[in-house]
Each structure stands twice: as structure tokens, then as C-alpha cells.
């Protein structure tokens, strides 16, 4: 028995998925992959060979290996955009967000990208970006370096490079240049400058 081809589960074997209930989404774990996936049900029927779900949407995905959550481009330009909407409407204080503002951004991003992720998996992406922008910052804070527009990072020589082995994560950041650099300078520029505030 398959599913319809329209339905978010065509990549499952329905025979090989545990489906789960919860009070917020179905959660989906297939043996096979490694990957956690939640849908919001829209219709369930119960038959013989279990639950068929007619119609639901993804509103998540969390590897299954190590709990974490996946971010593609497009979630993590959302994710960005809106903690810059929380902070210039005064949502934060000092380096750290208010809870009110951590609550916006989590019902927020659920509505824009259809994700349910908790708020820790956000926090940790957030410590994330943060620490690619300052070894971002770092870098470009070095002396004699070119700029290669067309690849947005800097330009320097390959014995450079190789120099700078010690320092951990320069050399991803050697081909292509910071993603969403300008949004995330905003964010933590001013921190970097002001430093921590009481």
C-alpha cells in the first residue's frame, strides 16, 4: 500500500515508519534515515495496516543521530531577520535577548517556516553565528590582506594560508566569505564595540 505522491511521507516505506503522536505534531522515524521529521496533521485514518496520513505538513526536521536541528538558507535567514526585528524593537538586553523576545521569535519562526524547534536548538544556533561572525571579524582584522569581490572573502597568498593553520576555522571562510555577513555585523557589531552591558 503507498502513499499519494503529493503527501510529505512518499519518501517513507510505511511499513518501516513509527508514527508517533504528540500534542503538538506527528513525528515521523524511519530506520532508514536519519532524520526526525514532524508534520502537523491535517487528516488521519486508521485502517489495517495502521495510520495513513492523507494530508499533513512538515513542520520540522531534527537529525535523528544527534537531536539537532537542520537549518537550510532559508531558515537561517529567517531565523536572523527576525532576532534583528526583536533587538531594534528594544528586545534585548546587554548580549542576550528578553524571554519575551526569545518567545516572538520561537512562535515566529514556526509560522514563517513551518519548524518546530525548541528553544535551546535556537539558542544554539544563535551561539553559532555568533562565533562564525567574530572568527569572521578576527580574520578580516588581519594586516595585509586583499579582497576577492568575486568570491566575497579575503585575498592573500597560499603560504599565508598555510600559516594560519593554528587558527581553527580560518580556512573555511578561505573560498567563500561569511554568509549573511551585513545581518550579522548589525547584530553583533555593536556588542563587539560596546561590549557587554550590565
Known amino acids: 500500500m503507498g502513499l499519494p505522491k503529493e503527501d510529505p511521507f512518499t519518501d517513507f516505506d510505511i511499513f518501516g515508519v513509527e508514527f508517533i503522536r504528540s500534542s503538538a505534531a506527528l513525528v515521523a522515524v ?5 532524520q526526525i521529521q514532524r508534520f502537523s496533521v491535517i487528516v488521519v485514518n486508521r485502517n489495517m495496516y495502521g495510520i495513513l496520513i492523507v494530508g499533513c ?4 526536521i531534527m537529525n535523528k543521530k544527534n537531536g539537532k536541528a537542520s537549518w537550510d538558507i532559508r531558515a537561517i535567514k529567517v531565523f536572523i531577520d527576525l532576532f534583528i526585528e526583536e533587538v531594534e524593537k ?3 538586553r546587554g548580549t542576550s535577548l528578553t524571554k519575551p523576545a526569545w518567545t516572538s521569535i520561537e512562535e515566529n519562526f514556526t509560522t514563517k517556516t513551518r519548524r518546530v524547534y525548541m528553544r535551546i536548538q535556537l ?3 544563535f551561539d553559532t553565528l555568533r562565533k562564525e561572525w567574530q572568527l569572521w571579524d578576527r580574520l578580516l582584522r588581519e ?3 586583499g579582497w576577492d ?8 597568498p597560499d603560504d599565508w594560508w598555510e ?6 576555522g580560518y580556512e573555511k571562510f578561505r573560498e567563500r566569505g561569511l554568509q549573511f555577513r ?17
Open 30 to 34: 524511519s530506520s532508514s534515515v536519519d
Open 57 to 60: 505538513s512538515q513542520i520540522g
Open 90 to 92: 528594544g528586545g534585548r
Open 123 to 125: 539558542k544554539n544556533k
Open 143 to 145: 594586516i595585509g590582506l
Open 149 to 156: 569581490a568575486e568570491r566575497n572573502t579575503v585575498s592573500a
Open 163 to 168: 600559516k594560519k593553520t593554528e587558527v581553527p
Open 182 to 198: 551585513a545581518e550579522l555585523t548589525q547584530l553583533f557589531g555593536y556588542v563587539a564595540t560596546a561590549g557587554p552591558q550590565s
